[in-house]
């Protein structure tokens, strides 16, 4: 059910900014911004698929990147002279997104009884762990030196080069469809179970709820998002390597999370959208700018220390995030009395004490 | 063989006995109570009922079937649901939300549904919200449909744990300390809510400290004291007993 009234103006500009998206290239016909927004592209999906096991599920994972890793070495594999394999592009999105989804259970079947930081840890640890093993399979995986020349996507005989602007149309359409099974999951029996899961793991156990099976579906479902933009990311770059995948990109996507607003689907596409703009966008510009001035600073360097001061503004001025969800926002105002509660209580303790 | 039966439960943590060789029958239709001081075994009793402790020996059955051991989802999806004694609502869903949550065992929607958004997925989404609303209105709460679980009274919060556990459609209602926080007027209405859900044809099993609410509405009570059954009657069997008295008193001079 529709109500108007609830849509702010924001949310309509946010409404008339993806209606303009399929029309920008016409517009802009400068390759190197559809680049930008191609690789933005490719976090958000990442993004959409991390808030599914983070925002929605509330299992912190600190790995994600493995599942990326696991999407695009499987279509590497099969589609480049690394075994003489060329499968066809289009049948591998579905494939390799069920692929990084068993490995989602694989890899969070173990993990199904830790919570919180325990889980974090171990995630981190999957995520360390996945690049390593591609790293030194050698002989499947060509080592530190990944696997070149992959194929680009063909359709009706058209060939997918180096023109940005394909990419450009085939991540959107991946966008639309991964945001549209993502708000459905969201407001179905499933995202509930999850969102009951979150709340309460005991309660929502007590409710009938199979917690295995829920959260071993989060990881799956997490998983494959990465998977797609996977396939993408290894068609469009037509190279894997292990250091592709490394542990910043795992904390990159959970930055957008963050910054966007944890569990709420605009929140991910506008965070993930600002720190995709700033990282591929702003800083090679601006040190294109001050260059011409003559000075010689390379702004991508700091990116961490930015996504740190970010963060911790964030953290300070709008913890729910940009965008975040009505439910994120009433937890944390609720968390606020308790402590002016235990503030107010130790001031009112010091005077009677020192009287 | 009787509808809902503890047969010679025992629960130790390491050294500590929480329950010790309890036995405790109720009938179909019943309104049931365990009492019993603080830290005499009540909830770990009930713990070990809906799976979330395995009783180290001892057996408990349900409908004709052995249920000891077995997990707390699988518990709920047989038929036994439960409240808690300190409140574990999902605060921050709604009302409704937590209701249809409590639905979610007697849903069939699969994965597939849950991502295409199917007729069958729209259909049982359209039927849960209705009922979640039907029990929202059962318990009185129907105002406050779409207020998080977590802004409501406390007197309510307990009322929607109650529609809650509802929602999966029990054949054995667990309470655990229903009343406790509520006024004089709210334990009033609980009884009489306890009377209408025992009218639905769900039997209960409460554990309560106020002996009023127990002795008014229960048909049957056992009185557990350092984990061990001390007493088992009716209202009446029960206040007379003097080991009771004993074990809520203290031994007279």
Redesign the interface.
């Known amino acids: 059910m529709l109500n108007w009234k609830r849509y702010r103006p924001v949310d309509w500009a946010l409404v008339a900014v993806a209606a303009f998206m399929p029309f920008l290239p016409l517009v802009d016909r400068n390759g190197g911004h559809i680049n930008v927004l191609v690789n933005a592209g490719i976090y958000m999906m990442l993004a959409i698929g991390l808030n599914i096991v983070v925002g929605f599920a509330g299992l912190l994972d600190l790995g994600y990147a493995a599942f990326f890793a696991i999407g695009s070495y499987t279509y590497a594999m099969v589609a480049s002279p690394q075994f003489g394999l060329h499968f066809p592009f289009w049948p591998m999105i579905v494939i390799s997104a069920f692929v990084a989804a068993i490995f989602g259970i694989i890899l969070g079947a173990p993990t199904l009884r830790l919570r919180g930081d325990y889980l974090a840890i171990v995630t981190l640890g999957f995520g360390e762990i996945v690049p390593q093993t591609f790293l030194n399979l050698q002989h499947l995986t060509g080592g530190p030196n990944g696997i070149s020349a992959i194929d680009q996507p063909r359709i009706f005989g058209y060939h997918f080069g180096l023109n940005p602007v394909p990419y450009y149309y085939l991540v959107l359409v991946l966008m639309a469809f991964s945001l549209i099974f993502a708000n459905n999951l969201r407001t179905s029996r499933l995202g509930r179970a999850w969102m009951a899961i979150r709340e309460d793991e005991i309660a929502a156990a007590h409710m009938g709820i199979n917690t295995t099976t829920a959260k071993l579906a989060a990881f799956a479902l997490g998983a494959s998002f990465s998977g797609l933009s996977g396939v993408v990311n290894a068609s469009l770059l037509t190279l894997v390597s292990p250091d592709q995948f490394k542990f910043n990109v795992s904390i990159t996507v959970l930055s957008m999370l963050v910054l966007g607003g944890m569990g709420s689907l605009p929140g991910v596409v506008v965070g993930s959208a600002l720190l995709s703009i700033l990282n591929f966008f702003i800083l090679p510009q601006a040190s294109n700018l001050v260059a011409t001035v003559g000075l010689h600073i390379d702004f991508t360097q700091y990116r961490f220390m930015l996504y740190g001061i970010i963060l911790v503004a964030i953290m300070l001025f709008k913890p729910e995030g940009l965008w975040g969800s009505e439910q994120r926002k009433a937890e944390l105002k609720a968390e606020e009395p308790a402590v002016q509660a235990a503030e107010n209580l130790a001031y009112e303790d010091i005077p009677r004490e020192t009287v | 063989m009787a509808f809902f039966a503890l047969k010679n439960v025992t629960k130790a943590f390491g050294g500590l006995v929480a329950v010790k060789d309890v036995s405790y029958e109720i009938e179909r239709g019943q309104i049931a109570a365990m009492i019993g001081p603080n830290g005499a075994g009540k909830s770990t009793a009930f713990n070990l009922v ?1 799976g ?1 402790y395995v009783p180290t020996s001892g057996e408990i059955e349900f409908d004709g079937r052995s249920i000891a051991g077995e ?3 699988h518990v ?2 047989l038929g036994i ?2 409240t ?1 004694q300190n409140i ?6 709604s009302a409704v ?1 937590n209701v ?3 639905c ?4 069939g ?1 699969l ?1 597939w ?5 199917t007729p069958k ?1 729209k259909a ?2 359209k039927a849960v919200r209705e009922k979640a609303l039907d029990l929202l209105k059962f318990v009185g709460l129907e105002r406050h449909a779409d207020d ?1 679980a ?2 409501l009274p406390y007197g309510h919060q307990r009322r929607l744990e109650i529609a ?2 509802l ?2 459609d029990p054949q054995l209602l667990l309470l655990d300390e229903p009343a406790a926080g509520m006024n004089p007027r709210e334990k009033e209405d609980l009884m009489d809510l306890i009377r209408a859900i025992r009218d639905r044809g769900t039997t209960v099993f409460l554990i309560e400290h106020d002996m009023g609410l127990v002795m008014n509405i229960s048909e049957k009570i056992a009185v557990l004291d350092h984990g061990e059954k001390i007493c088992e009657g009716t209202p009446a069997q029960v206040r007379a007993d003097a080991r009771v008295i004993e074990a809520y008193l203290g031994k007279s001079a």
């Open positions: 809906t979330l997990k707390p989802d709920c999806r649901a439960r808690f574990r609502l999902f605060a921050f869903m939300e249809m949550a409590g979610h065992v007697r849903m929607a994965l549904d849950s991502l295409l958004h997925h049982e989404e998080y977590h802004n809650r556990a929602a999966s």
